[in-house]
């Protein structure tokens, strides 16, 4: 089983920055994948950025150049650095790790964490 631990939300103005960080625990955690996405209200969950693990990336347009994924595999732990923010980007933030074992993999999410950009 893997556990998430989501932080780094809040209240943030328009243009500020925020850091979010996810750590991962548990036994035999082999993550493959890492990434984050937003649920705003009335919409769907859509993937933000994504991250493998040889540190390859991948993000939705709307936050490229302002979004950057990070990943420290020592510590089971993913960021994500969100700078220029919008009122848009306000939206619950949850974090996604896929684990991979004998080739079958399984996705685990945090429990989510408030970003809230006023403008």
């Known amino acids: 089983q893997v556990q998430l631990v989501e932080s780094g939300g809040g209240l943030v103005q328009a243009g500020g920055s925020l850091r979010l960080s996810c750590a991962a625990s548990?036994?035999?955690?082999?993550?493959?994948?890492m990434g984050w996405y937003r649920q705003a209200p009335g919409k769907q969950r859509e993937l933000v950025a994504a991250?493998?693990?040889?540190?390859?990336?991948n993000y939705a347009d709307s936050v490229k150049g302002r979004f950057t994924i990070s990943r420290d595999n020592a510590k089971n732990t993913a960021y994500l650095q969100m700078n220029s923010l919008k009122p848009e980007d306000t939206a619950v933030y949850y974090c996604?790790?896929?684990?991979?074992?004998?080739?079958?993999?399984?996705?685990?999410w945090g429990q989510g964490t408030q970003v809230t950009v006023s403008s």
């Open positions: 991250i493998s693990s040889g540190g390859s990336t």
């Open positions: 996604n790790v896929v684990r991979r074992i004998w080739g079958a993999t399984t996705d685990y």
């Open positions: 548990g036994s035999r955690l082999n993550i493959d994948a």
